[in-house]
Nanobody, 128 residues
Framework: QVRLAESGGGSVQAGGALRLSCTTSGTLYSIGCMVWFRQAPGMEREGVAF????????YYVDSVKGRFTISRVSANNTAYLQMNSLKPEDTAMYYC?????????????????????WGQGTQVTVSS
């Protein structure tokens, strides 16, 4: 059974940085595309960053462009989200998802239904 596990969340002050990791277990094959979503209390889950199976292309939600960087090590199906210049509005539960149902596009990558596997999330809290 394929499982995704996020780690690296925590509490930081505004302007700080965190690096999230998403590891995969239960498969010897490529997990395919990987993506980070987040959900703040009372808000809908939103796509944060996407990376294709071979590392390109990548897509970002506008609010994190220039601050967050998604990367991956395909050999072990691990994805990372480097988050710099964090803001209080980045506070949320961050989820990793993987294995695209269909080839995502620059306008459709942030749809939850595109991904088969999901992790349990890791909390990121940014204080002002």
């Amino acid at each position: 059974q394929v499982r995704l596990a996020e780690s690296g969340g925590g509490s930081v002050q505004a302007g700080g940085a965190l690096r999230l990791s998403c590891t995969t277990s239960g498969t010897l094959y490529s997990i395919g595309c990987m993506v980070w979503f987040r959900q703040a209390p009372g808000m809908e889950r939103e796509g944060v960053a996407f990376i294709s199976a071979d590392g390109s292309p990548t897509y970002y939600v506008d609010s994190v462009k220039g601050r967050f960087t998604i990367s991956r090590v395909s050999a072990n199906n691990t994805a990372y989200l480097q988050m710099n210049s964090l803001k209080p509005e980045d506070t949320a539960m961050y989820y990793c998802a993987a294995n695209c149902v269909a080839r995502p596009t620059s306008t459709k990558w942030a749809r939850e239904e595109n991904y088969r596997y999901w992790g349990q999330g890791t909390q990121v809290t940014v204080s002002s």
